[in-house]
Every structure is written in C-alpha cells, then in structure tokens.
C-alpha cells in the first residue's frame, strides 16, 4: 500500500493516464548520463531490464491510462498477504524481490506470497503465474526515522527456490551508481511506474477507490525536490525530502500512484542497450493525482551500497 504523507490513513497505487511510454526522454535541458553504452559483462545483472515479448496490440484504457501486456514488465511481482494483493516489488535477482519497507513491516515473512509471471491481479492460478513463499524479509535499519517514511526500503530474501528466468519472469538491472544526473536530482527524466493499485478514488464520505484487474503503467515526470517541497507547501503540506527520496508526477495531477502500487519499480529505460533500470520505489504520497501533490519515491542509487551488503550478507 502506498501511505499517505502527514501521517493520514495509508493508500496506494496510481491513476494512471499516458500511452505507450519512451522511458529516459529528456524534457529538460538538465544533463544526464542515462544513454550512455553499456557492455552486458559490465552490467550488474547480464540478463535484467530486459523486454523479450513484443508488443501484440495496445492495452485497453482504464481512467487515463493503459493495461500493460503480458511480459511487458517482468520484473514487476504482487506481494500478497497471503492470497490477496498488498503491494507491489521488483524482482533483482533469482531469489531477491525489492520493495518498500512499509509493504512488510507489520507482518512475518510467513505471512507473505509473491506472485510472478502475471498481470491478472486475482487470478493466481493462471498459466504463466507462480505463487512462491517468503523465507526472510530485511528492513532497512534506519527506516522510520528521522521521520515516518525515511529509508523505505527492503528486501524479500531468498525466496522458497530460486526463479527460472522466463520471457515473463525476469529481473529488473539496478541502475549503475553514475547513472545519475550531475546534481542527482533526475529532474525532467520521464519515467514508468506499473503497479495494480487504484485507478480512481473517492475522498467523501470514506475514502474507497477502484482496482483493475490488469497491471497498470503510467509516465511520469521527476521532479527537483525542493520543486516538490515547494507544491506541497502551496497546499499547506510541509512535505520534508531528502536526498534519498525524490517525487515524479505532474503539476496539474491527473497520472500518479495510489493505494496498492507501495513498493513498486518505477523504471526507466536506457534507449541506447534497450535495458530498463529501476530508480524509485513507490512510497508515499497525499491523495492520488491531486494537483501539486506528486507522489514520493525512495531513490534506489541511494541504497546500492546496502542492498549488495544485505544480498552478499546472505549468500
């Protein structure tokens, strides 16, 4: 689930609205380093970020945005609790799943299945999906301090057996630490989040809101943090950041997470070796797609360190 800043009752997962995404498109004049060649014996996962079905035909629209297709995003996994879905994470390796620390902090690793190989939200018998258990759960050290949503982050480990990599299960390339823009900000840098949570919601008299079936995406811009801080201040939100976190969405609103879509990969795609890295995970937000209230993001270059620590620690 994707909480809610200033400590309001927790939701996730986005409303989405774009068509068929060119991840790492530039809308700046900021620099970057995103096209840059890479060498698959260079990399840090020889097979991840990569995309091997090919698009058949365009996803249906759903309230401004689109269905993915089958294989698009493999890496993308349902965390589920034990049957239903919870939220979302990222496969990078055979036997790691990366998500949000606030997806998994209130139950045991017992309690938690993750779903790969399917954009059906519910049906977990479908062919090509799997429903695998849980062996351990690292939390960040530091999460929730300084404030509610610091460090959120974590690993699912060591899954019951190791993935077979597949056309439709496959992992994400976590993103080289010079992948970055100069003043590490990615501000302007489009980029994809997919996720099952909500694609409408309703504030009054309870907040409800509407789940699709199928895995959703959405493109999003990021935004400079102190250009984020600024919004929400202008909606009376004192919304502190720091550089381990960033925003992405739109000014006007209309295309953000929701509830459901916590500890989901939001990528971005390098057009030059066609590999897809993922830079955020989806952490908090206020509302969904509310004008000058971009969704809130964990910035994963900022935890490479930690998450090869954590992964090497256990093997």
Not at 236 to 250: E, T
Request: hydrophobic share 35%; proline share 6%; net charge neutral.
């Amino acid at each position: 689930m994707k909480p809610l800043i200033c400590y309001v009752t927790c939701i996730c997962c986005f409303v989405l609205s774009v068509t068929a995404f060119d991840a790492f498109d530039i809308v700046s004049t900021t620099t970057t380093s995103f096209d840059q060649e890479d060498s698959d014996e260079d990399d840090n996962q020889p097979t991840c970020g990569k995309q091997t079905v090919q698009r058949l035909g365009r996803g249906g629209r759903v309230v401004g945005g689109q269905n993915s297709y089958p294989g698009e995003f493999p890496w993308t996994v349902s965390i589920r609790l034990p049957l239903k879905h919870h939220c979302g994470g990222a496969i990078v390796s055979p036997e790691w799943i990366l998500t949000a620390a606030h997806c998994v902090a209130n139950y045991g690793p017992e309690d938690y299945r993750v779903r790969l190989g399917s954009i059906l939200k519910d049906d977990q018998f479908q062919e090509r999906g799997l429903v695998m258990k849980v062996v351990d759960v690292i939390i960040h050290e530091q999460y929730a301090s300084p404030r509610r949503y610091s460090h959120d982050i974590a690993l699912l480990s060591r899954l019951e057996s190791p993935l077979n990599f597949t056309d439709f299960v496959s992992p994400i390339c976590l993103p080289p630490p010079e992948y970055v823009t100069k003043d590490n900000s990615y501000k302007g840098i489009k980029a994809t989040v997919v996720g099952w949570g909500w694609t409408s919601f309703k504030q009054k008299p309870v907040i409800i809101g509407t789940y699709p079936q199928l895995l959703q995406k959405v493109d999003l811009k990021v935004i400079h943090n102190l250009e984020c801080m600024s919004w929400f201040k202008s909606r009376g939100i004192n919304l502190i950041l720091d550089n381990k976190q960033f925003c992405a969405g739109y000014k006007d609103g209309g295309k953000d997470s929701c509830s459901g879509d916590s500890g989901g990969p939001l990528v971005v795609k390098n057009n030059l070796t066609k590999k897809f890295y993922i830079i955020g995970i989806v952490s908090a937000g206020v509302a969904c797609a509310e004008p000058r209230l971009p969704g809130v993001y964990t910035r994963v270059t900022a935890y490479l360190d930690w998450i090869n620590e954590r992964i090497q620690e256990k093997y």
